[in-house]
């Protein structure tokens, strides 16, 4: 299991050889837990493998290559690509390790376009846990069997050549694009962005932005705003003189977007431009936190005796002023976690607030939808 960083929460090495018991997991993921779900491979879980394809025309590559077993084995959508699950030997495991150079070794191994996880050492997260960009994982094949598979003739394991071939390739239109230099698609960045800042860093962060399927690219659009936010010499920037940036997004985005014509992209951007409350990372439910612990406490709760209920009060004020007329999301999970409180306790003091009248409850959320409840507070803001 880990937390939000993709960390282990607890000293995994005792199961990579033997799996925990189910008392263990229970105490895990009882009362107010807020880890996320991993698997570990190799012993532990009967020979279990992950194919880790990064580049989502990677995957599609193979998936076009071997139809049935990409119509069969166990995968899973992430932020950048898909991880296909299955099982191997320990023997054949062994023999793969050899073959990539890594007989002795623990831990994935990397390739070009991903990682392959197999063998001690390894673990991966999945569904329904939530990346750290904010992004959940999703099972596109539901787990229903875990098959067992020859890792070189299923095409999941690159030979040495094919390594070699693809490092020299991947940036070139053998992956359309994906990871495309400026140059490839036929500006040089100091040219084409003048005056703008562009380096590898701003390049591999607009990057992570891209859609890996068709139906993103509204949202993703709107990440790559947020990206750009948080550049300092661009916060400022009137949106229109950002099109370079989002012309180059486009390019990289054609091979799996619906909406080819740039225009369309360019109008979404600027509309986006000017909603961005929060530049990527700058983590705005701790900044508003941070406002409602220094601002005066709202006359409507000196009436509350306990002090992290009248912190609670204070927060959604400051989420109404961010949001303005227009209702705010809180959960109990997230209200909990700010205040460090059991999240059972945030929402009975939820319910209290709404009974109250501090809180209008204008659509109730759902913990089986994962969605959270909407209000509206009702002093002064």
């Not at 071939?165 to 940036?171: A, C, G, L, N, V």
């Not at 230099?181 to 962005?193: L, P, Y």
């Not at 409602?292 to 204070?314: D, N």
Request: proline share 7%; aromatic share 10%.
């Amino acid at each position: 299991m880990l937390v939000a960083e993709k960390k282990p929460a607890v000293r995994w090495k005792r199961y990579q050889t033997k799996p925990p018991t189910e008392r263990t997991v229970r105490d895990w993921f009882g009362g107010d837990s807020t880890f996320g779900i991993t698997v570990i491979f190799g012993k532990a879980s009967g020979g279990l493998v992950s194919r880790d394809f990064d580049i989502m025309v990677a995957y599609e590559d193979w998936a076009l290559s071997h139809p049935q077993l990409a119509a069969s084995l166990p995968t899973v959508e992430t932020r950048r690509g898909r991880h296909v699950y299955c099982r191997a030997n320990e023997k054949h495991i062994s023999e793969v390790r050899s073959r990539l150079g890594k007989p002795d070794g623990t831990g994935a191994i990397t390739f070009p376009n991903g990682e392959l996880r197999a063998g001690v050492g390894c673990y991966s997260v999945v569904p329904p846990s939530q990346h750290p960009s904010g992004t959940t994982y999703r099972w596109l094949n539901p787990p229903s069997d875990f098959r067992i598979v020859n890792l070189v003739e299923s095409g999941l394991v690159m030979s040495p050549d094919d390594t070699e071939r693809t490092e020299k390739t991947e940036s070139t239109e053998e992956y359309r694009g994906i990871l495309r230099s400026t140059e490839a698609i036929g500006v040089k960045g100091g040219e084409f962005f003048g005056d703008l800042p562009w380096d590898s860093n701003i390049q591999r962060d607009v990057l992570e932005t891209l859609p890996t399927r068709s139906g993103m690219r509204n949202n993703n659009v709107f990440e790559l705003a947020r990206t750009l936010k948080a550049i300092p010499t661009l916060t400022d920037a009137p949106g229109k003189h950002l099109r370079p940036y989002v012309r180059f997004w486009h390019e990289q985005a054609l091979p799996v977007i619906g909406t080819k014509a740039f225009e369309e992209t360019w109008i979404d951007f600027l509309k986006g431009w000017s909603r961005v409350k929060f530049p990527k990372g700058s983590g705005p439910m701790s900044g508003i936190l941070s406002r409602a612990l220094e601002a005066e406490l709202p006359k409507e709760a000196i009436v509350y005796e306990q002090e992290p209920l009248q912190l609670l009060v204070s927060l959604c004020r400051e989420l109404q002023r961010v949001h303005g007329d227009s209702p705010f999301f809180l959960s109990c999970r997230k209200a909990g976690q700010l205040l460090h409180v059991p999240f059972k306790t945030e929402n009975r003091w939820l319910f209290l607030l709404v009974q109250d009248g501090v809180l209008d409850l204008v659509i109730q959320g759902s913990m089986s939808g994962h969605q959270a409840s909407r209000f509206r507070y009702t002093g002064a803001t």
